[in-house]
Every structure is written in structure tokens, then in C-alpha cells.
């Protein structure tokens, strides 16, 4: 059984920084693309940022410049600094993993369960 444990999550003002983490764990052969995805009250999950095993990144528009993520594969974990926050960055964070898992078939995407951040104005 795979997991993946959020933290960091909290109430920030806004122009201020968290640094969120997820930590995956489990039977893991190997870890290929980590993201975090949000989704504020009313709208649809969005991407916010994705990283390969190599360490290419991808982030959404919204976020550029603001945010960085980072992995360490030693630890199975990413992470998201996210600074300057907005109110409008307000909304559950949500880390994905997609990876290979020992004694099984084809690889499987894995989400853990969210963490809250709140930008006050």
C-alpha cells in the first residue's frame, strides 16, 4: 500500500510564503512524475506544478515566478515553496505521485489527502 502525507498547509497573509511537503511511502520501486494540484470552493482541481525524476518542471501561469517545486528522490518526497501568495491562491493542495510499485504491474497515480492554505488579504 502506497501513500502520500501532506504537510505545511496553514494561514498566511497575504505577500507572505509556506513550503508545503509530501512525503510518499510504501512499496515503491520507483517514482516517476510528483505534482501538486489545488482546487478552491466551487472550481475544478487545477494543476499548479509538476516535476519528472530528472527534474524538469512545469508550472501553471498563475503561479510562475512565485512558486518552485523541488524533489528529493532519496526521500520520496516533493516539495512547493510558494511565495508572494494571493488570496486567489487560497484552496486545498493536493500532491500527486505517479510511480511503479513492487510486485505490480504498470504504473499507478496516487493522490494524498490534501492540506489546506488560506491567504488572507
Known amino acids: 500500500q502506497v501513500q502520500l502525507v501532506e504537510s505545511g498547509g496553514g494561514l498566511v497573509q497575504a505577500g507572505g510564503s509556506l513550503r508545503l511537503s509530501c512525503a510518499a511511502s510504501?512499496?515503491?520501486?520507483?517514482?516517476?512524475?510528483m505534482g501538486w494540484y489545488r482546487q478552491a470552493p466551487g472550481k475544478q482541481r487545477e494543476l499548479v506544478a509538476i516535476?519528472?525524476?530528472?527534474?524538469?518542471?512545469n508550472y501553471a501561469d498563475s503561479v510562475k515566478g512565485r512558486f518552485t517545486i523541488s524533489r528529493d528522490n532519496a526521500k520520496n518526497t516533493v516539495y512547493l515553496q510558494m511565495n508572494s501568495l494571493k488570496p486567489e491562491d487560497t484552496a486545498v493542495y493536493y500532491c500527486?505521485?505517479?510511480?511503479?510499485?513492487?510486485?505490480?504491474?504498470?504504473?499507478?497515480?496516487?493522490w494524498g489527502q490534501g492540506t489546506q492554505v488560506t491567504v488572507s488579504s
Open positions: 500527486n505521485a505517479d510511480l511503479w510499485e513492487r510486485d505490480r504491474l504498470g504504473a499507478r497515480e496516487y
Open positions: 516535476i519528472s525524476n530528472g527534474g524538469n518542471t
Open positions: 510504501g512499496s515503491i520501486l520507483k517514482i516517476n512524475a
